[in-house]
């Protein structure tokens, strides 16, 4: 792959700064279109060392409007980055709409390193390959451009550049007598190629830059972006993006998962009191336990208005330290949760190893509420299930807890409560016109809850349905289900 780029090319300084007269204003001007037609844009780049990256990045900003701009390093993990899943950092480092965030390596350094160390096999490079086109594939469904840049120097030049450059011997080796960082040229391009060729796809593909002259290497970068940004815009322009409606609710109202449940199961006032106590201090002690071995837990709380969330919530965290979790009600998007894709807002609310994270409603809200409301197109949330199983597939894999909890119950039951809430005056401020209009909706919603647990409900994160008619049955089900789950995370520990 990369002898094919080994061409020598190359352009003399003059014809380069005669260029850069020109393509500077052209560049600032398809920066600001770009910002008015709020499409983000992310610039991966990566490469050998010595073929000057940093370089690279600096004329970038040179170049562009620096107050739309964000370079992002990932030399170091901080503790807050190791105490989260692998890709938090990377979610916390995108692009808003309209701006332009520039990364270094992202997530293809760690993968082809660990590759080229031995450290990883073929089949984990190519496991790590799947993960990051599933993630770019995401990202430019939700209108990201992405730019991935790879920059290449024959073996000779690269030999030559690490002698003169003594920060990029730092951190590579050449495959002779250097010994800094233990890594190889000839294993370094081998795990890249496989790498680049896995992830080489329409949505975003690699430009492979020859850098053996810093002048043509600038310029084919301007070429790059300049045409890929001219792309989007033109694209942005043309594309009808109307998707035809596939959220057909059936006339009918046909059977779904929650009319399986046993809506009859009940506690008596003193079997309730019991249970509870005894749930409530086995999770204390289990909450500690999670902590001390760097167990995350994460609780997802979805069901009908008035199905008890709240009071579950509650019942929860009586027994927990407050230093150990956070409850998060979650409401309409902020408009800096906008400016991201809609997962980018619970990325960055995902707790640190041993802590909890509580959610009075979730990502769920994706195929439900705004399915059911049209707040998202069809194209959107059918595209969110698969986008939610990779999301809680990476929680679990990093040893976070998930917990997913519905709580339903009949439409009977919620009008009953309803009306209560309107007699009772701590309790009327729960009760809004959003609530009475979205019984109008029951068939939908009940619809999309089924199609959701169809689609969401995983062997590393199934969905707990929980008849709550009888309030007092459903918090101590949900106070069991958490202990338990603790205690066989814990045990497997």
Known sequence: MFEAIELGQSLSKKEFKQ??????????????????????VLILVAGVEGAGKGDVVDNLNKWFDSRGMMTHAFWDETDEQKERPEYWRYWMSL???????????????????????DRLDDAGLDEAAQRIKDLEDTLNQDGVLIIKLWFHLAKKTFRSRLKKDSEAAKHIKTDADD??????????????ERMIRRTDTSAATWHLIESEDRWFRDMSVVEVIRHSFKQRLEEHRVADRRVA????????????????????????????????????????????????????TVIVFEGWDAAGKGGAIRRLTDTID?????????????DEELAHHYLWRFWRQVPRAGYMTLYDRSWYGRVLVERVEDFAQPHEWMRAYQEINDFEEQLVDSGIVLLKFWLHISPEEQL??????????????????????????????????????????????????????????ARVEVLKTVCQRLEEVLKDN
Do not use: C
């Not at 808003?96 to 992202?106: N, P, Y």
């Not at 009191?273 to 909450?287: F, P, T």
């Not at 407050?322 to 902020?334: D, F, G, Q």
């Open 179 to 192: 010994h800094h960082g233990g890594l190889e040229y000839a294993p370094f391009l081998a795990a890249a």
């Open 416 to 473: 009953r409560r309803f009306e209560e809430r309107q007699q009772i005056p701590w309790k009327q401020h729960k009760l809004t016109d959003d609530d009475w209009r979205n019984r109008d909706k029951w068939d939908g919603y009940a619809q999309a809850v089924n199609e959701m647990v169809l689609r969401t409900s995983t062997g590393k994160a199934p969905w707990s349905l929980i008849p709550a008619n009888d309030k007092l049955h």
């Open 245 to 296: 409606d596939t959220n057909l609710m059936p006339e009918t109202s046909p059977a779904t998962v929650l009319d399986t449940l046993d809506m009859s199961l009940a506690l008596t006032k003193s079997d309730y009191k019991e249970q509870l106590q005894h749930y409530q201090a086995k999770l204390s002690q289990l909450v500690w336990q999670a902590y001390d071995a760097k167990h995350s």
């Open 322 to 334: 407050a230093r150990l979790y956070r409850s998060i009600s979650v409401a309409a998007p902020t």
């Open 95 to 117: 692009p808003s709409r309209g701006s332009i965030s520039i990364m270094f390596g992202g997530w293809y350094w760690d993968p082809i390193y660990q590759h080229s160390m």
């Open 19 to 40: 260029a850069e007269l020109q393509f500077r204003a052209e560049l600032l001007q398809l920066q600001q279109q770009l910002v008015e037609k709020s499409i983000p």
